[in-house]
């Protein structure tokens, strides 16, 4: 009799404590909508909606590269935890163009506000919001490749829409159409920095709100997307956003990453020494990791768990400290460890000074350069 009693008191207390626990976002599935509108651009729309999901909560549009599908992304970007963990949504754009499924980032149709594919991502965020009762405050958006090149596609035609962007080994809006994707891929396009905004700003003309802050991330071994895109992307959204060109601090994160904040943390630049293209994860299970490794998923550093905090879904959360080197520095290393920290890049086997892009030799670990840092993200070959 004491064993049954003491095992329905157990049972209750049990009871009593899954009520009065608090409901916790859970794992839901990636699931395939319709109907969410016209759909000019024949896109496929994937959402990832957590259990209990708060009302009015926020959302991250994720675009996939080329070869990819939405599952992929979900799948592989690491961007699945930090739904699970802060409560927000996922919306997966599908592209469907054969054979490739490519975003048309370079296709006039496709990149005009209230066209082609720009207006069926819209419409998906549109449809999304309401649906799932999402704050169309808080809607941020990424992609990879073509999926970063459409993002900035996105923030410069629909800026009404979005909170925030991260644009992911990804290139300039407007940089090619309507020649072919190459003109930028292989290389810059020569373009001020006011030539670059002028073009946003013509996607919505008379557009006086707030624009979304930018993140962009280029490993400077990318030979796919040439990484001179990356540095087109900095100066078109620093002059859309009113910002200089030279970054306010530059930080040293993990993966061999080098941040470069710009304003008050409006644009935030992140290279990523050695690593080709793709968009940088972390597997394992630390807080600051994510991700699985793969084609175009490269092991260097989970950029969601940083674009997490860049877009302010991880509230409570502190962002990477800023701590700039004082010019005049110096610093002594092979080759191999400059560019791993950050202080140089390799090109086809040489290493060249970041900033003033100095030849240093070859890129490996018997070769011994040194550097001084004469400004932000600055270094000269120098004998200190």
């Given at each position: 009799?004491?064993?049954?009693?003491?095992?329905?008191?157990?049972?209750?207390?049990?009871?009593?404590?899954?009520?009065?626990?608090?409901?916790?976002?859970?794992a839901a599935t990636l699931t395939r909508v319709t109907g969410f509108g016209s759909n000019p651009g024949a896109l496929n729309m994937w959402a990832y909606?957590?259990?209990?999901?708060?009302?009015?909560?926020?959302?991250?549009?994720?675009?996939?590269?080329?070869?990819?599908?939405?599952?992929?992304?979900?799948?592989?970007?690491?961007?699945?935890?930090?739904?699970?963990?802060?409560?927000?949504?996922?919306?997966?754009?599908?592209?469907?163009?054969?054979?490739?499924?490519?975003?048309q980032w370079f296709q006039e149709g496709?990149?005009?506000?209230?066209?082609?594919?720009?207006?069926?991502?819209?419409?998906?965020?549109?449809?999304?919001?309401?649906?799932?009762?999402?704050?169309?405050?808080?809607?941020?958006?990424?992609?990879?490749?073509?999926?970063?090149?459409?993002?900035?596609?996105?923030?410069?035609?629909y800026p009404d829409l979005f909170h925030a962007a991260s644009i992911v080994a990804g290139l300039p809006y407007r940089c090619s159409p309507p020649a072919s994707t190459t003109t930028c891929m292989l290389g810059p396009v020569a373009k001020t920095p006011a030539d670059w905004g002028s073009s946003v700003r013509a996607a919505h003309p008379g557009y006086t709100g707030p624009r979304p802050k930018v993140a962009i991330w280029h490993g400077q071994a990318d030979y796919t997307v040439n990484k001179a895109n990356g540095d087109e992307l900095r100066d078109q959204f620093t002059n859309v956003l009113g910002l200089s060109q030279t970054p306010a601090s530059t930080t040293g994160l993990p993966g061999g990453t080098t941040l470069e904040?710009?304003?008050?943390?409006?644009?935030?630049?992140y290279k990523i020494s050695g690593m080709g293209h793709g968009t940088p994860v972390d597997p394992g299970n630390a807080a600051d990791q994510c991700g699985t490794a793969g084609a175009y998923f490269l092991d260097t550093i989970c950029s969601a768990y940083h674009d997490t905090r860049f877009f302010g879904l991880a509230t409570g959360t502190p962002n990477p400290t800023a701590t700039p080197t004082p010019p005049g520095h110096c610093f002594t290393a092979s080759?191999?460890?400059?560019?791993?920290?950050?202080?140089?890049?390799?090109?086809?086997?040489?290493?060249?000074?970041?900033?003033?892009?100095?030849?240093?030799?070859?890129?490996?670990?018997?070769?011994?350069?040194?550097?001084?840092?004469?400004g932000p993200a600055y270094f000269e070959v120098s004998s200190c």
């Open positions: 009799m004491n064993a049954l009693l003491s095992r329905a008191l157990t049972a209750l207390l049990l009871a009593l404590a899954l009520i009065a626990a608090p409901a916790v976002s859970q909606v957590p259990d209990n999901l708060p009302p009015r909560s926020p959302a991250v549009v994720a675009l996939h590269g080329c070869t990819q599908n939405a599952n992929a992304y979900y799948a592989n970007s690491g961007w699945r935890k930090f739904a699970d963990q802060h409560a927000f949504a996922l919306i997966f754009p599908e592209a469907t163009t054969a054979p490739t499924n490519c975003f496709d990149i005009r506000r209230g066209q082609g594919e720009a207006l069926s991502i819209a419409q998906m965020v549109t449809h999304a919001t309401s649906a799932y009762n999402l704050d169309p405050a808080r809607i941020s958006i990424t992609g990879l490749s073509a999926g970063g090149a459409m993002t900035a596609v996105m923030i410069a035609t904040t710009y304003g008050a943390d409006a644009l935030r630049y080759n191999y460890a400059h560019t791993q920290a950050g202080r140089a890049h390799q090109s086809a086997g040489y290493a060249y000074a970041n900033g003033s892009n100095q030849p240093m030799g070859l890129w490996n670990t018997f070769v011994i350069t040194t550097l001084k840092q004469t």
